[in-house]
């Protein structure tokens, strides 16, 4: 059975969320690890790379039961780089994880 197209929107969302989020972090360690707060941005980096990590495998279609946990994944690691343009597109992928089409095709293919 074929993905819902929320899903693969999500998907999409996840990926360029994580995907800019991951990049705007390691500048910032790049840039600040002289000043011993470089490290702090390790973690929403390590967010973003679960998020994008996830939304891979969303991406091919498959039904993935972490879609969620990757949106609010996301949504944290944005919020603590200050990125709002991945907390933004990680929302957009959070609520399009709660269509209830995307839910209920997630459980019957999971």
């Given at each position: 059975m074929e993905a819902p197209e929320a899903y693969k929107?999500?998907?999409?969302?996840n990926l360029i969320g994580g995907g800019i989020n991951i990049l705007t972090s390691f500048l910032a360690?790049?840039?600040?690890?002289?000043?011993?707060?470089?490290?702090?941005w390790f973690i929403p980096m390590a967010a973003s790379g679960y998020q994008v990590y996830i939304a891979?495998?969303?991406?091919?279609?498959?039904?993935?039961?972490?879609?969620k946990n990757a949106a609010i994944a996301g949504i944290i690691g944005g919020l603590l780089s200050f990125n709002w343009i991945s907390v933004a597109?990680?929302?957009?992928?959070?609520?399009?994880t709660n269509d209830e089409e995307v839910a209920g095709w997630i459980e019957s293919n999971s």
């Open positions: 929107t999500a998907a999409m969302a360690v790049i840039s600040l690890i002289w000043f011993c707060v470089g490290i702090w891979m495998s969303m991406n091919k279609g498959e039904a993935n039961p972490a879609a597109a990680s929302g957009y992928a959070f609520m399009q």
